[in-house]
């Protein structure tokens, strides 16, 4: 299974970004799916979630009203909105399949299977 996120970037604060998260190799119909980043120096940390069937998503406190999480399983693909950006929103995106559940998680430790990440630098 590989894990390839894309569409990061350099954007000035108040822009937008859209992330993606192409899965090859396994369907992941069935799974839970995050994005979490991590930013330079500091730890990782829950971005968003989301189930199986898009219905139950779940936010990290900072992006809430901000980013939107979707999937298309159809096309086995993740996606991030990001919107209104700030410079505190640089890190490194990794989007993440949890294929032994299928709920939104907030736990690192649930996903099995990580994204290599994309980077995305917001200037003030």
């Keep these: ?3 390839q996120a894309s569409g990061g970037g350099l954007v000035q604060a108040g822009g937008s970004l859209r992330l993606s998260c192409a899965a090859s190799g396994r369907s992941f119909t069935n ?6 980043r991590q930013a330079p120096g500091k ?3 829950f971005v968003t979630a989301i189930n199986w069937n898009g219905v139950a998503t779940k936010y990290a406190d ?3 009203g901000r980013f ?3 999937r298309d399983n159809a096309k086995n693909v993740l ?3 990001m919107n209104s950006l700030k410079p505190e929103d ?3 995106y990794s989007c993440a399949v949890d294929f032994r559940g299928f709920r939104a998680s907030t736990t690192p ?3 099995d299977f990580w994204g290599q990440g994309t980077l995305v630098t917001v200037s003030s």
């Design 1 to 3: 299974v590989q894990l």
């Design 31 to 36: 799974s839970g799916l995050g994005w979490f």
């Design 43 to 45: 730890e990782r940390e």
């Design 62 to 64: 900072s992006v809430k």
């Design 68 to 70: 939107t999480i979707s």
């Design 79 to 81: 996606y991030l909105q």
């Design 90 to 92: 640089t890190a490194v």
């Design 109 to 111: 430790t649930t996903f």
